[in-house]
């Protein structure tokens, strides 16, 4: 992984006016300072995107849930846990009676040896009561306390979810290793009938704060020495 420090760039240029955007290449580390901050905005635009299509379909209120298990060695085997654990909670008829769908998120706090695996989501539906979840999740991984509370804003909602996708509370040398526990999971996934809200959902892109235009070329493809005008990509 590169340092901070060494990070490398590509430059953009708009196909309309030429305006030119630096962007950071991708180092592989997800708590990265340089390039973690454009994955967490557009994961943030979306969730916010996803929490008001939920609303408009569905009248039933937000909650916020938070989920634990027990400390691990290794935080790789907690995530992969912790999820399976999520989903089969997901199966009981109770959750699925009452909960239309949801977002999650996977967070993990300590040290080399001693990993704390957490969960937060944001959940739809009907009340569920506290004592059930705490009941239901002791059985599945003996770890029965859990927390669940009514969201007030959306918005409030989302800035506290997304504020784990690229940020670990732990040392930095330990920060390499929890990185890694990551790789290829998703930064943040819904379920139930959020799941098909988001696959409907149209991706943004980024406008040329000059011309407004959405199409970029980088600068492999682009020569600075030509002329723009008459420029073709």
């Known amino acids: 992984m590169q340092s901070p420090g060494k990070h490398e760039f590509r430059h953009y240029f708009c196909s309309g006016c030429g305006h030119e955007i630096v962007a950071p290449v991708s180092c592989g580390n997800r708590f990265c300072p340089v390039c973690s901050v454009g994955p967490r905005l557009r994961a943030r635009d979306r969730l916010l995107e996803l929490t008001q299509k939920a609303r408009e379909v569905c009248p039933d209120p937000l909650r916020m849930l938070t989920l634990t298990i027990r400390d691990v060695d290794d935080p790789a085997v907690g995530f992969r846990l912790l999820v399976d654990a999520f989903r089969r909670l997901r199966t009981r008829q109770l959750w699925r009676n009452r909960v239309r769908g949801g977002v999650y998120v996977v967070e993990a706090t300590g040290h080399a040896g001693s990993w704390h695996v957490h969960l937060h989501a944001i959940i739809q539906g009907q009340f569920?009561?506290?004592?059930?979840?705490?009941?239901?999740?002791?059985?599945?991984?003996?770890?029965?306390?859990?927390?669940?509370?009514?969201?007030?804003?959306?918005?409030?909602?989302?800035?506290?979810?997304?504020?784990?996708?690229?940020?670990?509370?732990?040392?930095?040398?330990?920060?390499?290793?929890?990185?890694?526990?990551?790789?290829?999971?998703?930064?943040?996934?819904?379920?139930?009938?959020?799941?098909?809200?988001?696959?409907?959902?149209?991706?943004?892109?980024?406008?040329?704060?000059?011309?407004?235009?959405?199409?970029?070329?980088?600068?492999?493809?682009?020569?600075?020495?030509?002329?723009?005008?008459?420029?073709?990509?």
């Open 128 to 233: 569920l009561p506290q004592r059930w979840i705490s009941a239901q999740w002791k059985r599945l991984t003996s770890a029965p306390i859990v927390w669940i509370n009514t969201v007030g804003s959306s918005r409030g909602a989302v800035m506290y979810l997304t504020q784990y996708l690229t940020k670990a509370d732990v040392a930095a040398d330990d920060l390499p290793v929890l990185s890694a526990a990551l790789r290829g999971s998703r930064m943040f996934s819904p379920f139930g009938s959020w799941h098909c809200l988001l696959q409907k959902a149209v991706r943004k892109s980024f406008l040329c704060p000059c011309c407004g235009r959405s199409d970029w070329v980088h600068d492999r493809v682009f020569d600075k020495a030509r002329p723009w005008d008459g420029f073709s990509p």
